[in-house]
């Protein structure tokens, strides 16, 4: 079933001008871009995407990081997306990431661990529109 999946590529990621090298790593892992745009989030805005956590001990953190630099939101689709994206990315803490993953191979540390993905269908569609409307998703063909 073709799912869809909302990566953000972090301020670490854009800071480190990793940005070519992940969107590459995805794209040869048969994800097909349909949106995709470089943004700056205020803190406002983070911490409404990431609202779930509030609360959280990190989340402060969180919200802080990801409105530290420019980022960019990137809406994917292919079959399986949500755990291939996943399994792509590895494990939040890059230190437990298996080797050959995006996250070990890049990423720093767990509260800057250099991506973000979606955790279920229904949230990639949540997330999706947080960034995207439906005019700016492209239609794969």
Known sequence: MIERTLAILKPDCVRKNLTGAVIARIEKAGFKIIGMKKTRLTQETAGAFYAVHKGR???????????????????????????????LIGATDPAEAVPGTIRKDFADNKGENIVHGSDSPENGKIEIAFFFSVKELIEVI
Do not use: Q
């Open 57 to 87: 001990p990190f989340y402060d953190g969180l919200v802080e990081f990801m409105s530290s630099g420019a980022c960019v939101p990137i809406a994917l689709e292919k079959e399986n997306a949500i755990a291939d994206f996943r399994t």
